[in-house]
C-alpha cells in the first residue's frame, strides 16, 4: 500500500508546484506598475495617450531651451520663446499643465521614442522622412527663403549674380545662393553673415524670413532690408508643426482643435507678432 501511496503522492505535489509558479509568472508579466510622470505613453496602447495626458493632467513636451526665440532662457532664467508660449496655451485649453523637458536637438526625436515626453514643440520642419516616422499637428508656424541686404542697396531675390552672398556652408541657403550665382562668403551663422552686410563687406545672405523677422525685432535700427521671393505660395513654404509618436491620433486631434481655436480668436496671431512683428502661423 505504501509502495503506490508514494508515487501518487509525489505526482500530486508536482501538480501543485507547477500551478504555483504559473500563476506568479502571470503576475510578473502582467503588471499593473503606472509608467513615471516622464516615461509617459506606456499605457496609451489601451486607452489612448490623450485619456492619460488629461488624467495626469499634465502634457510633457520635449524642447531645447537653447533655440531663440522659439525656446530659451531669458535673463531672468525663465523658459520661454514662441514655441513655448504657443505649447503652453495649447496645454491651457486641453485643461493641463505644460512640463518641459530640455533636451539637445540630437538627441530629442530618441527621447520621443524613449516616451520620455508626449510631443516635441521645437520649431520641427515638416517632411516626407518624418512623416513616415511620425505623426504631426497642423502647422503652427510658416516660413520661406528671403535675400537680406543693406538698407541702401537695390537687389532683386534673384539678382546676386556675381555678387557676394555671406553663407554657412553647410546649409541649404547656401545652396540657394550658388544656384543664383552669388559668390559664397564663409560666415559662421546669421549674425555674422548680417554684421557683413551691415558693412558692406557682402551684398546679400539668403536665409529664413523668420530669422530675419527676429533681428529686426531686437535691433529695429540695424539698417538692413529683407527682399522676398515672388513666388512664396504653399508650395514653397516650410511648415513647422509638434511632433509626436504614432499611434497617438487622439491627442494630435485635440490639439489641432485648440490651434484652431487659437487661429479662430486671434490667440496665435497675437503671440506671433509679439515675437516677430507679424503673423508667421
Known amino acids: 500500500m505504501k509502495k503506490i501511496l508514494l508515487p501518487f503522492l509525489l ?18 508579466n502582467g503588471s499593473n506598475e503606472k509608467p513615471t510622470e516622464e516615461s509617459s505613453g506606456d499605457s496609451a496602447a ?3 495617450l490623450l485619456e492619460e495626458v488629461l488624467e495626469k493632467g499634465v502634457l510633457n513636451i520635449g524642447t531645447e531651451g537653447t533655440y531663440a526665440p522659439f525656446s530659451f532662457h531669458d535673463e531672468s532664467g525663465k523658459l520661454t520663446g514662441y514655441d513655448v508660449e504657443v505649447t503652453e496655451e495649447v496645454a491651457k485649453r486641453l485643461g493641463v499643465e505644460a512640463k518641459f523637458f530640455e533636451t539637445q536637438w540630437d538627441a530629442i526625436f530618441a527621447g520621443l521614442d524613449a516616451k520620455r515626453f508626449d510631443v516635441i514643440a521645437n520649431q520641427v520642419g515638416i517632411n516626407d522622412d518624418r512623416k513616415a ?3 504631426f499637428s497642423q502647422p503652427y508656424t510658416r516660413s520661406h527663403s528671403v535675400l537680406i541686404i543693406h538698407a541702401d542697396e537695390q537687389i532683386a531675390f534673384d539678382g546676386m549674380e556675381g555678387k557676394k552672398a555671406a553663407q554657412t556652408l553647410t546649409s541649404n541657403y547656401g ?10 562668403i564663409k560666415v559662421d551663422g546669421f549674425n555674422q ?8 563687406r557682402v551684398d546679400g545672405t539668403y536665409n529664413d524670413k523668420i530669422s530675419a523677422l527676429d533681428y529686426l525685432q531686437q535691433k529695429p535700427d540695424a539698417p538692413i532690408q529683407i527682399v522676398e521671393e515672388e513666388d512664396t505660395s504653399a508650395e514653397n513654404e516650410s511648415e513647422n508643426a509638434f511632433l509626436f509618436r504614432q499611434g497617438n491620433e487622439d491627442l494630435v486631434d485635440e490639439i489641432n482643435k485648440a490651434l484652431d481655436a487659437m487661429r479662430e480668436d486671434g490667440k496665435l496671431k497675437e503671440i506671433s507678432e509679439k515675437w ?6
Open 175 to 184: 545652396e540657394l545662393a550658388k544656384s543664383h550665382g552669388a559668390e559664397i
Open 11 to 28: 505526482i500530486l505535489l508536482s501538480a501543485v508546484l507547477v500551478a504555483c509558479g504559473t500563476k506568479e509568472d502571470d503576475k510578473t
Open 276 to 281: 516677430f512683428g507679424e503673423d508667421v502661423s
Open 46 to 48: 489601451n486607452n489612448g
Open 133 to 135: 516616422k511620425y505623426e
Open 193 to 200: 553673415a548680417v554684421d557683413l552686410i551691415v558693412s558692406k
